[in-house]
């Protein structure tokens, strides 16, 4: 049962232009959406959050909107750059008493062309 | 670097061995986590320990075990290796039990490939 879903394993967009990456999820106890990028031959690296009573976090070049009556949410980069090249995963967790549980999206490979 | 250690980098290995992965988590974190990134997968979670507790169980197989030792690094076993194993297995931690944002810090993965 795959509770988030990255449902385009892949992405290509130009240098400059914006890259708009998407995770569907399922369940509705999700109380936290990270994503995380990860280049080859590293370990993921956190990149940004959002609370499930928001609806958009903003850092930088990236931002993270959340659309809760849609279950889905949505990372945009802007202006991409060709070292945002990488994989992207989607991560939500959800809480199960005192315990708290990250659930991963497939990912997304994201490809800016120079 | 995110302060993560994780050894083996590789390993090669023949259906029916066992094998031993090494964790050490980032200075000050408690909580270490084990996911499997297997081809095509996003990252499974195995299992969770907190200052030398298991914490959380997720998708991990009886033929697999892990533990958790007072100076806090950990080590995954893998028993009766099957051609499925094959996988990458990367190794998290955390301050403390995820409560505050969930964000981890990962290792580099050890990439386990059995023949």
């Known amino acids: 049962d795959q509770q988030v879903k990255q449902n385009s394993p892949s992405l290509s967009v130009q240098e400059g232009r914006i890259s708009i990456l998407n995770c569907d999820y399922t369940n509705s106890m999700f109380d936290y959406f990270l994503w995380y990028k990860k280049y080859p031959a590293e370990g993921p690296t956190f990149l940004i959050s959002?609370?499930?009573?928001?609806d958009k976090n903003e850092d930088g070049r990236f931002t993270v909107f959340l659309n809760k009556s849609a279950k889905h949410l949505s990372l945009h980069i802007v202006p991409s750059q060709p070292g945002d090249s990488a994989v992207y995963f989607c991560?939500?967790?959800?809480?199960?008493?005192?315990?708290?549980?990250?659930?991963f999206g497939k990912g997304t490979l994201l490809t800016v062309n120079p | 670097d995110s302060g993560v250690t994780q050894t083996p980098k590789h390993l090669i290995t023949a259906t029916g061995q066992r094998v031993t992965l090494r964790c050490s988590p980032r200075?000050?974190?408690?909580?270490v986590y084990w996911y499997q990134q297997s081809l095509d997968q996003g990252l499974q979670f195995l299992i969770q320990y907190y200052n030398g507790e298991e914490r959380a169980k997720g998708n991990i197989l009886e033929r697999f075990s892990a533990q958790q030792f007072p100076d806090l690094h950990s080590e995954l076993n893998l028993s009766s290796l099957e051609l499925g194993d094959s996988a990458l297995y990367f190794c998290?931690?955390?301050?403390?039990?995820?409560?505050?944002?969930?964000?981890?810090?990962f290792g580099e993965g050890s990439r386990l490939t059995v023949l």
């Open positions: 998290a931690s955390s301050v403390g039990v995820g409560r505050e944002t969930g964000e981890l810090f």
């Open positions: 991560a939500a967790r959800v809480a199960r008493g005192s315990n708290y549980k990250l659930t």
């Open positions: 200075s000050g974190d408690l909580s």
């Open positions: 959002i609370s499930s009573i928001k």
